[in-house]
């Protein structure tokens, strides 16, 4: 392992340590901040679809056979 990679390790072990104590003093703050990022992330994905997404062109759709 070099050295880089225990720090990684380490460093994984702490986060997974302190996150969810870190969550739960701090659990109404984090979900509105949460919220706020998912709310700004649809409409920015709605803007990318209307205007990149949906003048991609589609194939057909192919019909399935069913026997």
């Keep these: ?36 990022i998912s709310e700004q992330a649809q409409v920015h994905y709605k803007k990318l679809d209307e205007n990149v997404f ?3 062109p589609r194939a057909p759709v192919k019909e399935k056979k069913i026997q």
């Design 1 to 36: 392992m070099s050295n880089s990679e225990s720090v990684d390790f380490a460093t994984a072990i702490i986060l997974a340590q302190t996150l969810p104590f870190i969550y739960d003093k701090y659990e109404d703050v984090i979900d509105h901040h949460a919220n706020k």
């Design 54 to 56: 949906s003048k991609i």
